[in-house]
């Protein structure tokens, strides 16, 4: 299956002949149009928890009874329903891609209609937890799960991205797609951790009566070993001279956002979370982090020719 993966994203694109309509073009587009706004839906979801509006619309799926809240609409409110917009959206761009998958199948790599629809049933899911954290009172373990469930998302939608776009490496890359697989995974595991940190409030909480300071403690020691990956595969990178330009530039990448993200991490401590925008720029930039060491795994595995990705 993984050779077909490979062989569709590098061979030439297939049009429509009735209508001169490229399929796997729209698909590649629609599908980095996803990944943005799935991007945007956790910096938003960020802002609503920081700014306790978790609950500013205190039903689902309406706000108020209403599609547009206008009488009740300030910013707690705003927040709270544009994230909800935004998540309808990535909806309706699930279900479009289902639905131009399914049409053109017969054209199309025999993994992407299922990939849309894993990709579509993990949004579904996603709504679910959604409404749960509002009929739940924003309990601690589904949002949580929440955000857990959203960067899950963002990875499938970033993996099919980059499985589509053309690329063609240069053989170089050998064990530096495994090191930075590692990194994403402890990332996105300390990413979890740092959402139950912000569920709970545990750095308050640490702070006021020294409760949850395990939890906080643990998110902070917890940085240590996605840095030890990236800086091995910055090594790695700079040890490589034939590594293709696309791949030492994603590494450098993951090396500044590391660095952006750990002074955003000290920067809320020290602040004591008291300036927002700090917050949620420090979960934007995990996701990036996150995304970028996605994307080193992905390209690595399609360029190394002993990867598994060529041969399962």
Known sequence: MANSILHSANSPKKIDSSTGFQPLEFIRGLIWKMAIAILILMAIGSATRVMNAGLACPDWPLCYGELV???QMNLQVFLEWFHRL???AIGLMAIGLVGVCG???RELPRWLPWAAIGILATIVFQGVL????VTQLLRFDIVTAHLGTALLLFVAVLVVGLILTPYQGTGTARRWGWVSGAGAILVYFQSLLGGLVASQWALHQCFGNQQLCIVMNGHIAGVVFPTVAIVILLVG?????GLHPTLRKTAHLSGGLL???ISLGVATFYLHLQVEPLTVAHQTVGALLLGSLVAFTILAMRDDSTSPIKTV
């Not at 990178?237 to 001279?241: D, E, G, N, V």
């Open 69 to 71: 809240p206008t009488e």
């Open 86 to 88: 935004d998540a309808a």
């Open 103 to 105: 049409w053109f199948r």
């Open 130 to 133: 959604g409404a749960l954290t």
């Open 237 to 241: 990178a700079w040890r490589t001279p």
């Open 259 to 261: 660095v952006a993200q």
